[in-house]
């Protein structure tokens, strides 16, 4: 596969990065981690749905004087998959706050992003200990009630056919580039050229890089059938929503709504994005949560914002 230039690859090779692994529920775990413990705060970043750790470095790169944690969830990128509980909400909370205490993570501030912030609220809503919690793109109701539910009744077809195939089949169907590339074009937002072409590339190399069918269809299953509203009540953290105005997925009134069911929580909307702010404006969504955490030095400019 030919290399797609990373506009924020220069910004990111300034951030000491180191890869580990730890074993968490049956899980080898695969993390990246950037900067050191002391550096700031501790951020555990919660990627979205069929992707993994690499699609939230662009919104580490603009992020300088925190410590991240950024593992792949199980059964997705590099990480093994779990192996005693599903793939579904409440398994990946367990999941998560687990890793988080085998880290020795000390109450850190909790980033999910699109599947991740329903993990993330699943999670702390049941206990895990956060100091703050930040969600990108969460979703704030039911996906078929987005304002493309026809999409999304067509994902939930493809996925019943990728199940209902034999093994061989399906799971290259799961894998079709084709079929990724169609999804990443009804999610890019970006009419520049560039960097409509890295997030392409981005979803062609790391979008079908999990274990295996069931994995897939477990957290699809979850994806659709659970959100963040289920758990915001019960989220006594503040809490940061970044919500973009062309998100499909969740529209603005949505996560308007989703506001008020916190008991503190801000609503940033971040314009001309959709649902891949942390590809299309990571820049936008740094700023927001270095303002939401008090940190000293605001993000700086450069790469392709």
Do not use: C
Not at 145 to 163: D, E, H, K, Q
Not at 169 to 175: D, E, I, V
Not at 253 to 276: C, D, E, N, S, T
């Amino acid at each position: 596969m030919t290399a797609v230039p990373n506009p924020y690859a220069e910004r990111l090779a300034r951030v000491p990065a180191t890869e580990s692994s730890v074993q968490v529920l049956g899980s080898d775990t695969r993390y990246w981690e950037y900067g050191a413990r002391g550096d700031g705060p501790t951020l555990v970043l919660v990627h979205g749905f069929r992707g993994d750790h690499h699609g939230l470095e662009p919104v580490v790169a603009f992020l300088p004087g925190v410590h991240v944690l950024s593992p792949d969830l199980p059964g997705f990128g590099a990480s093994a998959p779990l192996g005693e509980v599903r793939h579904d909400v409440a398994g990946y909370g367990r999941w998560l706050a687990a890793f988080v205490a085998e880290l020795g993570a000390d109450r850190p501030v909790i980033v999910g992003h699109s599947f991740g912030s329903i993990v993330v609220a699943g999670a702390v809503a049941s206990g895990l200990e956060a100091e703050r919690v930040v969600l990108i793109n969460p979703i704030a109701a039911p996906a078929l009630a987005g304002p493309r539910g026809i999409l999304t009744r067509l994902a939930v077809f493809y996925y019943w056919l990728a199940a209902a195939l034999p093994e061989r089949l399906g799971f290259a169907l799961l894998r079709n580039r084709t079929i990724v590339r169609i999804m990443s074009l009804a999610m890019v937002k970006t009419r520049r050229p560039a960097l409509r072409r890295f997030v392409h590339d981005q979803h062609a190399r790391y979008f079908s890089a999990f274990a295996d069918r069931r994995v897939v269809l477990e957290a699809f299953r979850a994806s659709v059938g659970e959100d963040v509203s289920e758990f915001a009540a019960r989220i006594p953290q503040p809490t940061l929503l970044v919500a973009a105005d062309r998100d499909d997925i969740t529209p603005v009134l949505a996560q308007v709504r989703l506001q008020h069911l916190f008991p503190h929580a801000a609503l940033k909307i971040i314009a001309g994005v959709g649902h891949l702010i942390h590809y299309e404006k990571p820049r936008e969504a740094a700023a927001h949560i270095a303002r939401f955490l008090g940190l000293d030095t605001e993000p700086g400019t450069g790469g392709a914002e």
